[in-house]
């Protein structure tokens, strides 16, 4: 797997990257310190996974991820902060980053990373805690006038979760390829990109 870190805390920095590397199967690309240097790097590596803190001199994380995911849909990006700013929250979520974790859960980077190469989104403890409460704005929506099955909005339940396709399967009694064509069909109903977005309509529209 390759990473490109962006930090503009030097020290923390340089410690993300002697452990990162310290894992098999994980280089390092490139560090940089500032939010304006992530697309540059972004282009120049084109990493598996982009590795970025929210709050930094001259251009925030936040924006950084906007920008790198405008020029490139496909961008796996993953915060790893501090701060769980709800408004950070938020637009993370908007944006289309694919996991948002605090440095308290330290020891859940390298998992939090290979989840989100995988193509899953990852929250840390804390965050998955908040989103109900920041996004839970309608509970009108009609699920069945887009065409969702019951067994597809349970799906849709366990992805809002942060399940993974795997742990998906093992619930519903159904093969990670069922569940990949659920997925499929689901985002196709109901005109979504990725499983992030799943999980952002999910909350603001709540259940049937």
């Known amino acids: ?31 940089g310190n500032d939010g304006t240097e992530a697309l540059g790097l972004y ?6 996974v982009l590795l970025m803190d929210i ?28 701060f769980s ?17 605090l440095k308290q859960d330290f020891e859940g980077l ?23 409460g920041l996004l839970q704005e309608s509970l009108s929506f009609d699920y069945e006038a887009k065409g969702i099955t019951q067994k597809e ?4 339940q366990l992805v809002a979760q942060g399940l993974s396709n795997k ?6 009694f159904l093969s990670e390829g069922t569940i990949r064509n659920y997925l499929s069909t689901v985002l196709e109903k109901l005109d979504l990109r990725d499983r992030t977005q799943l999980a952002v309509f999910y909350y603001q529209n709540g259940g049937r």
Do not use: C, N, W
């Open 1 to 31: 797997m390759k990473v490109v870190i962006i930090d503009d805390d030097k020290l923390v920095s340089m410690s993300l990257k002697t452990i990162l590397e310290s894992a098999t199967g994980i280089t390092v690309e490139a560090v």
């Open 85 to 101: 700013d709800d408004e950070y929250i938020i637009e993370a979520l908007e944006i289309g980053v694919r996991g948002y974790i």
């Open 55 to 82: 709050r930094m001199e001259h251009m925030t994380g936040v924006e950084a991820a906007r920008k790198v995911i405008a020029e490139y849909p496909d961008a796996k990006i993953l915060f790893l902060t501090t």
């Open 153 to 156: 909005y349970d799906i849709i």
């Open 110 to 132: 390298i998992p939090a990373l290979e989840a989100v190469q995988q193509g899953q989104t990852v929250f840390g403890g804390k965050i998955v805690g908040k989103l109900p």
């Open 43 to 48: 282009e120049k590596h084109r990493p598996d």
């Open 167 to 172: 742990e998906i399967a093992a619930k519903t």
